[in-house]
């Protein structure tokens, strides 16, 4: 494990959390950053991502105007913020990193090549 999710937890529906992407022993700081969930008997799937400066930004039509993906480089973290949640964003999220430098962002898993270990959402009705 590379990178440290954290901030899930059980939530309201139209609820807010926080998730946090941490390095774990290495800098990801000139990497893109994407955050990913994984829903029960679903496939992972693309959630939001966010180039190495972070000039630019990326959603799903799911949560776009709801989420935001940021980053602090000098803290070495990524930020998701999550706004007016729903139960069907109750998934284990997923920070994780391009697999190199200076590449832009991964619209999907099999082009990341830094996992962090997720962190489970869960949104009540």
């Known amino acids: 494990v590379q990178l440290q999710a954290s901030g899930g937890g059980l939530v309201q529906a139209g609820g807010s959390l926080r998730l946090s992407c941490a390095p774990s022993?290495?800098?990801?700081?000139?990497?893109?950053i994407g955050w990913f969930r994984q829903a029960p008997g679903k496939e992972r799937e693309f959630v939001a991502a966010?180039?190495?400066?972070?000039?630019?930004?990326y959603y799903s039509d799911s949560v776009k105007g709801r989420f935001t993906i940021s980053r602090d480089n000098a803290k070495n973290t990524v930020y998701l913020q999550m706004n007016s949640l729903k139960p069907e964003d109750m998934a284990v999220y997923y920070c994780?990193?391009?697999?190199?430098?200076?590449?832009?962002?991964?619209?999907?898993?099999?082009?990341?090549?830094?996992w962090g270990q997720g962190t489970l959402v869960t949104v009540s009705s």
């Open positions: 966010i180039t190495w400066r972070g000039v630019a930004t």
């Open positions: 994780a990193a391009t697999r190199s430098a200076y590449m832009g962002i991964s619209y999907y898993p099999v082009d990341c090549g830094f």
């Open positions: 022993g290495r800098t990801f700081s000139t990497y893109g």
